[in-house]
């Protein structure tokens, strides 16, 4: 995939929730050891299960990630409340998910230079019984 020019991102090595340091840099290690992929071109994250705190984000910007996609937006971009935003830096703080992710928002956790790409759901007249986002919880 790599070779072909196709983007690789890490996703942890134990496909665990809220990962700690040890899983996102053995990815990194595993990646790069086994599957001949540099280092440097290794910028992105998505948290398993989409599964993150504010501390997983802190990780990912000590460890020189560029981007985080693991913050979902859920509120219909026809309501006037949604948070369906476009990719941001974190330079401000996150802007998704701060119902259900602690220490986020409110403009924390500050990560100049670092963006979230946020996954958005989509919604139509079937409402939460329609199509939505790959993870159920949803």
């Known amino acids: 995939w790599f070779v072909a020019g196709n983007e690789i991102a890490d996703h942890t090595m134990n496909h665990v929730g809220t990962p700690s340091t040890d899983e ?3 990815n990194l290690i595993a990646l790069n050891a086994l599957a001949g ?3 440097s071109s290794i910028t992105g994250f998505r948290a398993p299960f989409l599964s993150y705190n504010a501390q997983t984000l802190k990780n990912l ?3 020189s990630f560029t981007y985080d996609s693991s913050s979902a937006a859920s509120i219909p971009v026809t309501d006037p ?3 369906a935003y476009w990719p941001y830096t974190l330079d401000n703080g996150m802007a998704n998910n ?3 992710v602690t220490d986020t928002c409110k403009g924390e956790p500050k990560l100049p230079g670092m963006w979230e ?3 958005y759901a989509f919604f139509d007249n079937r409402g939460v019984d329609g199509p939505h986002l790959m993870d159920p919880w949803l």
């Open 81 to 83: 409340s949604t948070d």
């Open 37 to 39: 992929i540099p280092l």
């Open 98 to 100: 701060c119902l259900t």
């Open 24 to 26: 996102i840099n053995g």
């Open 117 to 119: 790409i946020p996954m």
């Open 61 to 63: 910007y000590a460890a």
